[in-house]
Antibody
Framework: EVQLAESGGGLVQPGGSLRLSCEAS????????MHWVRQAPGKGLVWVSR????????NYADSVKGRFTISRDNAKNTLYLQMNNLRAEDTAVYYC?????????????WGQGILVTVSS | SYELTQPPSLSVSPGQTARITCSGD??????ASWYQQKPGQAPVLMIY???ERPAGIPERFSGSSSGSAVTLTISGVQAEDEADYYC??????????FGGGTKVTVL
């Protein structure tokens, strides 16, 4: 059974940092592109970042570029999101998602989500 | 930059057909997917590659595409279909787009 389990969320002050982790199981993690998607309270889904299977190619939403870094450790089946210089508008539930597409992108498995709250 | 546009809400009676359209220029170049999200839960993939239905998704959910728009159709709506629905597609530069979401209310 495919499982994605996020951890590392919590309350952080504006300007602070946080690292999210996503432990994957039930599939060959090293062969899938992975993404982070977030959802602010009461708002819609917003894509944050993606990373290819071997960790060599990244893309970021403009809103987080230069502040967030996506990475992975295929030996540990774990995806990361390092979030620096956090702002109030980064407050959201963050989902780790698996990209099942080859020539296109669709998300067939989602984690349960982890809440990040940026507030003083 | 590309955008995806969905109606914010839709109301439908049980047993009727609900159609949610997502429009955007990028949809003439890329496949789209649809997700269902119920309160307090993670989204669930309902349709991918415009028309494909993952295993376990009821047949009353179907997708179609025409030009710069895609449509999610729910035939014979049931009370359990009340949820938010999002369209999604990658653009041509590696960025992933979501529509703003459509809240479907079953009357």
């Amino acid at each position: 059974e495919v499982q994605l389990a996020e951890s590392g969320g919590g309350l952080v002050q504006p300007g602070g940092s946080l690292r999210l982790s996503c432990e994957a199981s039930g599939f060959t993690f090293s062969t899938y592109w992975m993404h982070w998607v977030r959802q602010a309270p009461g708002k819609g889904l917003v894509w944050v970042s993606r990373l290819n299977d071997d960790g060599s190619k990244t893309n970021y939403a403009d809103s987080v570029k230069g502040r967030f870094t996506i990475s992975r450790d295929n030996a540990k089946n774990t995806l990361y999101l390092q979030m620096n210089n956090l702002r109030a508008e980064d407050t959201a539930v963050y989902y780790c998602v698996r990209d099942s597409g080859v020539t296109n992108t669709w998300f067939d498995y989602w984690g349960q989500g982890i809440l990040v709250t940026v507030s003083s | 930059s590309y955008e995806l546009t969905q109606p914010p809400s839709l109301s439908v009676s049980p047993g009727q057909t609900a159609r949610i359209t997502c429009s955007g220029d990028v949809l003439s170049k890329q496949y789209a997917s649809w997700y269902q999200q119920k309160p307090g839960q993670a989204p669930v993939l309902m349709i991918y590659k415009d028309t494909e239905r993952p295993a376990g998704i009821p047949e009353r959910f179907s997708g179609s595409s025409s030009g710069s728009a895609v449509t999610l159709t729910i035939s014979g709506v049931q009370a359990e279909d009340e949820a938010d629905y999002y369209c999604q597609t990658p653009d041509t530069s590696g960025i992933v787009l979501f529509g703003g979401g459509t809240k479907v209310t079953v009357l």
